[in-house]
């Protein structure tokens, strides 16, 4: 059973950073990629960045291109997410996923595409 387990979340202030953490456990294999979403209140769930289990295309949301930077150690089986210049509009908690499969698809923005889920960590930044 995979278990992904998310950290590094907490209160910054805007224009500061964050890295968040995602570590996998319970089966590292047959991992096609893994993704980084969140969900702010009364909103629902959106994409953040992806990036493939193998070299690769990074993928991101163009509200934080430029800002964010995700990135995989799978010597540690962990995915990173690097979170600089935060906005107030970055606030929500922060799911990170696996993707087992590709689904004959090239989209990574798609949350069906994705296999096991994080409990969320929050991230709130305030101005």
């Known amino acids: 059973q995979v278990q992904l387990v998310e950290s590094g979340g907490g209160l910054v202030l805007a224009g500061g950073s964050l890295r968040l953490s995602c570590a996998v456990s319970?089966?590292?294999?047959?991992?096609?990629?893994m993704g980084w979403f969140r969900q702010a209140p009364g909103k629902e769930r959106e994409f953040v960045a992806a990036?493939?289990?193998?070299?690769?295309?990074?993928y991101y949301a163009d509200s934080v291109k430029g800002r964010f930077t995700i990135s995989r150690d799978k010597s540690k089986n962990t995915l990173y997410l690097q979170m600089n210049s935060l906005k107030s509009e970055d606030t929500g908690v922060y799911y990170c996923?696996?993707?087992?499969?590709?689904?004959?698809?090239?989209?990574?923005?798609?949350?069906?595409?994705?296999?096991?889920w994080g409990q969320g960590t929050p991230v709130t930044v305030t101005t």
């Open positions: 990036i493939p289990w193998s070299a690769g295309a990074t």
């Open positions: 319970g089966g590292t294999f047959n991992i096609h990629g």
């Open positions: 996923a696996v993707r087992r499969f590709r689904y004959g698809s090239s989209d990574w923005t798609n949350p069906t595409f994705y296999n096991h």
